[in-house]
């Protein structure tokens, strides 16, 4: 965003050095934290889920285990897309 200001002794506008430009990186930083934060906490909700799962049911262990692996890989790609996107997206 610009930020216009106004001189007290003149009827210019002149804009400080806050650009939309300039905003973008730290923009995008962010996003990329967001997305990387919330695939942690995704997968850590799958994996918490598999274990209790696996405790409750031993014998599924290798389906519990193979569905909780695709499903963890799915959201780190989507993670993946989404910080890839955060940096190009604002360029």
Same mark, same amino acid.
């Given at each position: 965003?610009?930020?216009?200001?106004?001189?007290?002794?003149?009827?210019?506008?002149?804009?400080?050095?806050?650009?939309?430009?300039?905003?973008? +990186?730290?923009?995008? #930083?962010?996003?990329?934290?967001? &997305?990387? $934060?919330?695939? =942690?906490?995704?997968?850590?909700? %799958?994996?918490?889920?598999?274990?209790?799962?696996?405790?409750?049911?031993?014998?599924?262990? +290798?389906?519990?285990? #193979?569905?909780?692996?695709?499903? &963890?890989? $799915?959201?780190? =790609?989507?993670?993946?897309?989404? %910080?890839?996107?955060?940096?190009?997206?604002?360029?």
């Amino acid at each position: 965003m610009v930020f216009p200001l106004y001189r007290a002794s003149s009827s210019k506008i002149f804009f400080n050095h806050f650009s939309f430009y300039t905003m973008t +990186g730290t923009l995008a #930083a962010i996003g990329a934290g967001l &997305a990387v $934060l919330g695939a =942690g906490y995704g997968i850590g909700k %799958i994996g918490s889920a598999a274990m209790e799962a696996i405790s409750r049911q031993p014998e599924a262990v +290798g389906d519990i285990r #193979a569905n909780m692996i695709l499903t &963890a890989a $799915l959201i780190e =790609g989507a993670a993946v897309i989404a %910080i890839i996107l955060s940096f190009f997206g604002g360029a």
